[in-house]
């Protein structure tokens, strides 16, 4: 990384060729920017990071990022981020994608990404809807929302993404939103700069297919945390995060602690260079 | 004059010391120098039910468990009910007369030990039954004391002296109460059970498939490894979480298959060698992140140790039933190599070999071992990790020196070349940025719908498949090659087929056997030459449908003789030897 | 003499109105009499991206898309640039002068329509641009007009006068333009482009293969979908969604197809007609459950709307390629049906086959959709919802009167018959209580591992399978039963083999065709004397390695001719008609 | 259903002659008994009870009950029991299985059928381990618990099942314990009574493997709910919900409300027998 220590890239170099095949007016156009406002601070050489995603409109973000990348398949974006940050503690991972990648068929994963604690950051773009195929409820989508698989509205909760990550032992949660890009960019800065898995539920519409979450109602509903907020007490970030309005904005809470990679690593008592004397002393042990 | 040949059971109540029975045994009798090949029969529950171990010891090598039992050993009266009609005719049965009194009978010789009754009241030590056990065992085939003495000292000597005392008193007692109550007998002869050694050579270790996969899953490098239990191979995953942070890597008990297959593509996209183990229920699990991998073109492995199907099916029995869901299961086209090992040292070689194959056609390679081949242990020579050498990746090659622009815009990832296979980056290489996707792309890895991306990568992914064969590892050759009767296997059963076939060979007839180790793609140059001049091919496979065989019958357009078992247990020698005289037969009939 | 076969495409921006333009026109050229037959290319992304919309109509039945364009209309540049190849020699293009210029070619008629001028300045009305479209096409074609006014009013009468007008007035703008500055222009030969109707039989409905699948499935009694949104499956969800609970059903949107499919195995326990459709990667997800339904023997059935592969693929385009998941695809041996409808029509039909032959063998059937099929409309008879009888599950009788005890023990729900089929009970049905369960089981559903067991269950689910084939729906036959060349297909590539059959035939060489329904087991009695008297046999299908090909090879044990395409698009009618040349080529040089 | 209106069920009536395969000492007796307990009380007649489980040492248990049963694939009972449920209103739906059933494999439809809230009892038999599998960690187990995939204990944080199922929306939520089975009795019963998804997570000890959580540790462990804790105050249950210590025993939160099956069939607007009618209106609109 000797050439990192003299470079110093501009949001340009985060860009691929490849341009957003995004509807206009698109909410991921916004994270995508803050993302690489994000790197650009980091000053991330962009070889060293891995972006993971899933499957849907936002999943397609990699594409338009000129580093690594890894587009999966639905809802797996976090077991394969977490197979590359095990296996190579040193790349900076970032997982990106859908409210559906995230909760539906994903989340299973999720649950257990927050307690595993992987220093990652997860961003995902919550649009409350299905938005690749072509609007059907997501597990966000608000009762009521009516949409082609459910003509009369949807009939279940709403699955409230913070509340879940706190539930499930995360120790980074935060909410943003794409029209607000700079503050987005903050925040995944500081889900970056957190060691562990940084979830930040991010509000980016859909105008396409959700007519009723747009960047109208959202703006009018955000809220920024309330000044004496202390996102390091779990109990005030648990009531933070169980409550539906305002929609508040802002890192709700955070803990420090040793990632599952460093742990992982502590465990750790030799190289591929032992391979050899392990061989052997397994050998003798079965003989 | 000794045997060369012995078959041992050990049978009771599961918990109750089978296993561990057996396994002291085992271990003592291979130090001594004795050929050792065992399989168990786990209960059906956890706790509970009627379970055996057995050994087959001797100075020649063993393929298969063997059909019937020569001296049984019945903890109880279950044991002795459900093991006693595997005795062979004149076999010697020993039960502890406190559990189960058995009838005289002329087909057998048979002696009451009173095993717990020794451990409880002489010894007052009732968990030294089992090493009674193991001493009266020792005492009928004749082996030399010295190597249970040494092991029950190595395994016990560091939990104080009186521990290791008791047991060797309980070693004693087993051996002292055959020599006075059975060996000394009028009538009991001694040379149908005393048991010849082959020269020690001392470089032998008695491994289970499972261990002996994992070996050579450490030989080969693997570095990252997912998994979630399940039997029979968690103790894959159990036995790597142990050894892998010896060397640097990493085994993450994962929530689910379908997250550990995801977590071994993300960690072989991140340049690991990385894999899984699992049964047949994780596979059905894996299949859509395997067909990702087919189309990303990610090197990796997955170890499916076969159990009895369908669904939850017989989580602890024996079936080679998952051949076509490894070779064609997943939606669209996929590109897999399918390679099943045939015996327990076999495992450790194969292994190896997938490692290689992933890497240089980057694809998933399955590896396909079956309940017997997981969980038996036999003696095999002391492996030689030097053997296979170590294939890389085609990597791309970090241009040198400045220059060169730092972000990604060139780095042709899927590059159409002659043999289809492109080179791979990996993070952190300059220049090499891509975006590894499940969705058709181009060269750059860019999704791209059009008719001619669609066709040409379709042909460059089958490029490597149809390429793979000319990699195949060797197969398996038993018997007389020049003769008219063939038998196709795979897997375990190839022990059994080469048996039988030393059988016929002894009846006079001539029988040819081969056991690809390469099942798909189909080994076309290896197994076609093995057509030639056969008046008939059978293909013997613990199965219903005849899975390998359908899949030649389609690859050489022309119909075989299926010969299947799928009773949940491995072939018996017997069944393959009368299929063989069948088709010897209907040979001279033809004639 | 008017043409009764025209190829129009409508081409331009997704979103731009290419599919409302077309639907529009279809359904008034059915009500007017016309046979149609469409297709739609959707773009790879949401929004933006070329796409198009093709329809063939004309007074004969159709069976294909059509391999060239007789009428294009160009959006814009993009959709010229890549639809104007695709135009017939001597055809027709219509363009956009404010978007595209194209240079005049020998090849074909042109002329400029200002379609956005005469919407946005003429008409003040841009979004009326796509029913002045309709317009200019109607009256190229020769439809008479009043069916597209009527179609008008009743789609935007209830919308108030001024919409109504708006449109009725785009409508007459596009008649007007044509008749005043295309067709009276000398040289321009009307007779080229005008199409005849069929004789209005006033019976006939135009739907999507999805949308017939779905009415198909309300006619067999479906009460409970599960699903998960995926192209091109998403809308059988969708329809099933608005009129399940008009017949007191319904449809859970679940969290995965994992759960889809295990919901619908709860519901067919349950006692109702159950199912889920997806593409590939959900059916790769679902194998598991799949797997589970064979063993408990539980009906259900599955809708697979093939897109292209592997992994993510192509999501909007075509391919034939899950046939392998879909027969094979699940760990262990697995019992199911796989069916394929070949034209819209048949897949209203063969959905009802699809249930009673679940509920008949109690497994699994799996329809196989392609995206042909599941996306296109076309003008269908009216179906006949009286055609195929219902089958119902062969069901425990619960006893009459007292006595009975109130709970199990006694009911036998894998009871071992001749046929294999057991009775089935379902839950509230007095002394039928049993666990249905996906581990090995006896008589009463209870957990068994012994070999007796495993062996005689076994035997049991598959002799299920084996009966199946006497049941297989009749196949389409084409062409010359008695010709020398044979060709074998399945799903919508049926439809132009049928026609590449039809031009062979003009051209005077005989070829016999077949279009199995059932693909799974194989339907023998149906196939194999097919292959009587051929000389040469052909499999074509939209795969890379010939799926069902191999089968059939597998199956009788003789190569035959793959025909293959894999451009995630379907067969072109010359392509096959080239195939088929070859092999009549071949033939005469034999003689 | 006539003939249930005379007759007075017996426990033995719901016992069928499938012997427990439990090893001796096992948490999961005492769960089936109370579960006996519970169905006598409610004097179901068995015909019309469904038992749905997964795979595990517990999840065997519907074959030890005369009810019909469906012994499903592992992870996967809580959707198979909503396919029961919402096809058939009628029946009494209980899912019986491990926490690894639960929250490992079936954790992401854990989250579903939450939020969903159908009218079924959803018993965990929580034993920190994978019990059939020989002693693994399972979700809930605590962190440092060694077994042999992980000789030196597992590094991720445990699931808190009362607090995720309240993330998800659960409106019944509940903490047993198989050592108390008269109160457990008594829980299953509260559960069957409420109208919507009842989870109830039961410290059910597996003996032979998990050394670390056993009936003993248990005892010490539990505590009845404090006096004044009010089921119905979700931040009062939230914050009871996410305490780790004592284990607290009992309803923990409960919401009155439509379950999801009620909600579907107000939406039912006809009945088989208006397939034809529905057959003719929707041919005529294509045509
Ligand atoms: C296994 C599987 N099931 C279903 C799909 C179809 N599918 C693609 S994206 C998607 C949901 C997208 O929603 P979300 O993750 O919220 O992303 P968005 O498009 O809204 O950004 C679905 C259901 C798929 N590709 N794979
Ligand atoms: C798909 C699949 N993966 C893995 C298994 C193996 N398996 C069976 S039960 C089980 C876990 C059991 O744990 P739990 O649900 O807590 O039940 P317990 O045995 O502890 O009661 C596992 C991993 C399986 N049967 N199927
Ligand atoms: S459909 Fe919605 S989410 Fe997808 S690109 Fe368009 S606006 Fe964005
Ligand atoms: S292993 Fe544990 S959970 Fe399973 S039956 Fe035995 S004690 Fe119970
Ligand atoms: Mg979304
Ligand atoms: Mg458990």
Redesign the interface.
Known sequence: MA?TAT?Q?TVD??K???KPTWCPGCGDFGVLNALYHAMREKNY????????SG?GCSSRL??FV????????HG?AM??????????P??HVLVLGGDGDAFAIGG??F??AARRNLNVTYVIMDNQTYGLTKGQASPTAQRGYVHKAAPQGTLEEPVNPLLLAMACGASFVARGFSGQPKDLAQLILAGIEHQGLAIIDTYSPCPTFNKVNTFKTYREEVAPLPADHDPTNFEAALKIAASSMPRYLGVIYRREGPSYEQL?EQ??????A???R??DS??DR?? | MPKNDLVIRVAGEAGEGVLSTGQLLVQGA??AGYRVLTDFSPP??????YSFFQIRIGSRLFYSRGDSVDLLLAFNREAYDLSSGDLTEGGLLIYDPAEVSPPASPTRTQYPVPLSEIARTQLKFELGKNVVAVGVLAALFGMPEEYLRKLLEQRFGGRGPDILNKNLGALEAGLRYVREHIINQPGFRRELFEVERSPAD??????SGN?AAS?GA??A?V??F?G????PA??I??FL???L????????????????M???????????R?MTST???G???M???L??A???ELPCVLVDC?R???????P??H?Q??L??AA???????QRIVLAPTSVEDCYYQIQHAFNLADKYQLPVILLLDTVLSVRTESIP??D?QRIPRWSRLLYQEPNG?GVP????IFLRYQLTDSGISPMSI??????????????HNEEG??R????T??RF??KR?KKLAAAPQDAPEPDFYGDASAEIGIITWGSTAGAVREAIERAAEEGIRVAGIAPKMLWPVPDAQLRPFLEGKREVMVAEV???GQFA??L??HW????RHVNA????PFKVRDLLAAIRTAARAGAVAR
Do not use: C
């Open positions: 050439d470079l890239y170099d985060y691929s060729s490849e050489n962009p070889k060293d990071v891995v972006l993971v499957i990699p594409f000129a580093t690594y990348g890894f587009h999966g398949v797996r077991p394969i981020a977490t197979g590359v940050k095990v296996a190579r040193d790349l299973g994963h649950m257990h992982l465990r750790k008592t030799g190289t591929e032992d391979l050899p392990l061989l397994l050998f079965f003989s | 291979a130090r059906a529950e956890i706790k509970g039910g001392g470089r032998r270790i008695v491994v261990q070996l450490l030989t490098g570095q990252f997912a979630y239990p399940i039997t968690s103790d995953m159990e979480a142990a050894e942070p010896k060397v640097g890597g990493a085994v993450i008990q994962a929530e689910d298959e379908i997250a550990s995801n977590m071994v593509l993300g960690a072989s996209f991140a340049g690991k990385a049964s047949g229920p596979v059905s699990l299949v859509e992140a067909g990702l087919s189309m990303a076969q009895a199907g369908p669904s939850t099916g017989m602890t029995r079936e039933g998952d076509w869901l064609f299961g997943g939606h669209g086209e996929i002391r492996p990790p400045q730092p972000h990604e815009g993070p952190g290489q300059r220049g090499g940025q891509y975006v590894a996707t499940g969705l058709e860019r999704p719908y059009d008719a001619e669609k066709t379709t042909e089958f199965n219903y449908n359908r899949i019958e389609a357009g022309r119909p075989l799928y009773a949940g247990e």
